[in-house]
C-alpha cells in the first residue's frame, strides 16, 4: 500500500531557532500535500495545502512567513517552522494525496513532535 | 462550508461490548468522501474506511461496520466485541470533489476496559 515518511518524529529546540520537517511519498506520486496540525486532545487543523511546483495554499490564521512550505518534487514536501516559540510545540502530521487516486488516497505521515524550549 | 460533528467525547466500555461512535455532517456538495480514521496513543492516523456520497451500502470489516444514511447526513461507525487494543481516538472525515481537503470531527476517545 501507499507509503509516507514523516521525519523526524520528534524534535526538541530551542526558542528562536528553525525546525525542518519532511513529508515524503516512497511509492507514490503526490502533486498535492496537506500540512497539519494537531494540539493534545483536539482535532486536525488543516494549516496549508501544498502543490508541487507552486505556492502552497494557507488556511486563514496560519501566518506563511511562519510556516514555510516547499514542495520541491513530486515525493518531498518540508515544512520549516521558523523562529520557534513555546507556542509552536504540538504535534504536526502530513498527509499526501496519491496522483492516481485522487480520491481516494490520503495516506498520512506517522507525525512529528515539535517541543519547543 | 463543511462540518463534520461527533458528539462523543469520550466512551468507556468493557471488553467484549459494543461500540457505536456517531458522526454527523454537513455538506452542499453532491460528490463528497467519508472517512474513517484510527489515532492510537503513538499519534499515526490508521485509516480505516472511505464512502463516497454515492455508495450508501454499509459495509462490514470483521469487527468493525458502518452504516451511512444520506438521509440523515450520519455516517456511524460500530466496533462489535471491542477488544482493549480498540482504545484511541477515532475521527470521522469528510472532502469535497473540489479542493479534496479534508475536514475533521472533533473526534471520540474510546476507552476498552478488560
Known amino acids: 500500500g501507499a507509503v509516507v515518511s514523516q521525519h523526524p518524529s520528534w524534535v526538541i529546540c530551542k526558542s528562536g531557532t528553525s525546525v525542518k520537517i519532511e513529508c515524503r511519498s516512497l511509492?507514490?506520486?503526490?502533486?498535492?500535500m496537506f500540512w497539519y496540525r494537531q494540539f493534545p486532545k483536539q482535532s486536525l487543523m488543516l494549516m496549508a495545502t501544498?502543490?508541487?511546483?507552486?505556492?502552497?495554499?494557507?488556511e486563514q490564521g496560519v501566518e506563511k512567513d511562519k510556516f514555510l512550505i516547499n514542495h520541491a518534487s513530486l515525493t518531498l514536501s518540508t515544512l520549516t517552522v521558523t523562529s520557534a516559540h513555546p507556542e509552536d510545540s504540538s504535534f504536526y502530521i502530513c498527509?499526501?494525496?496519491?496522483?492516481?487516486?485522487?480520491?481516494?488516497?490520503?495516506?498520512f505521515g506517522s507525525g512529528t513532535r515539535l517541543t519547543v524550549v | 462550508a463543511q462540518k463534520v460533528t461527533q458528539a462523543q467525547t469520550e466512551i468507556s466500555v468493557v471488553e467484549k461490548e459494543d461500540v457505536t461512535l456517531d458522526c454527523v455532517y454537513e455538506?452542499?456538495?453532491?460528490?463528497?468522501?467519508l472517512f474513517w480514521y484510527k489515532q492510537p496513543p503513538s499519534g499515526e492516523l490508521v485509516f480505516l474506511i472511505r464512502?463516497?456520497?454515492?455508495?450508501?451500502q454499509n459495509e462490514i470489516s470483521g469487527r468493525y461496520s458502518w452504516n451511512f444514511q444520506k438521509s440523515t447526513s450520519s455516517f456511524n461507525f460500530t466496533i462489535t466485541a471491542s477488544q482493549v487494543v480498540d482504545s484511541a481516538v477515532y475521527f470521522c472525515?469528510?472532502?469535497?470533489?473540489?479542493?479534496?481537503?479534508?475536514?475533521f470531527g472533533a473526534g471520540t476517545t474510546v476507552t476498552v476496559r478488560a
Open positions: 498527509s499526501a494525496r496519491d496522483d492516481r487516486d485522487p480520491n481516494y488516497g490520503y495516506t
Open positions: 511509492d507514490f506520486q503526490a502533486t498535492t
Open positions: 501544498s502543490n508541487e511546483g507552486s505556492k502552497a495554499t494557507y
Open positions: 455538506t452542499r456538495d453532491t460528490t463528497y468522501y
Open positions: 464512502r463516497n456520497s454515492f455508495d450508501e
Open positions: 472525515a469528510l472532502s469535497d470533489s473540489n479542493d479534496y481537503k479534508l475536514s
